[in-house]
């Protein structure tokens, strides 16, 4: 069985209005319950960042340290972003 840690927060009244909401809707029985689902999607989150940084931003760098003619410099790609820009303020869709 899992221990059980009190903790007593301070919380902004807007987060504490929310908590409120959840609980009184019945989408969750308790605050505890509104915080512990939010603790578990920060958790996510940030494993989720640490899986892309590990599986696609470090061999990416890797792989254009070791070949630098693989990257694109940054006026070039500034520039394109300008012409995009500029394209969409002639032509919204």
């Known amino acids: 069985m899992t221990t059980v840690e009190k903790r007593t927060i301070s919380l ?27 603790l578990r999607a920060l958790r996510e989150r940030d494993e989720a960042i ?3 940084l590990k599986n696609e931003v470090a061999p990416t760098y890797d792989a254009v340290a070791a070949d630098p003619s693989r990257g694109i410099a940054a006026e070039s790609v500034f520039a394109e972003i300008k012409d995009r820009h500029a394209k969409r303020l002639r032509d919204p869709k």
Do not use: C
């Open 12 to 38: 902004p009244s807007e987060h504490a209005a929310f908590i409120d909401a959840k609980v009184a809707s019945g989408d969750y029985a308790s605050t505890s319950e509104v915080v512990r689902a939010g």
């Open 50 to 52: 640490e899986r892309w």
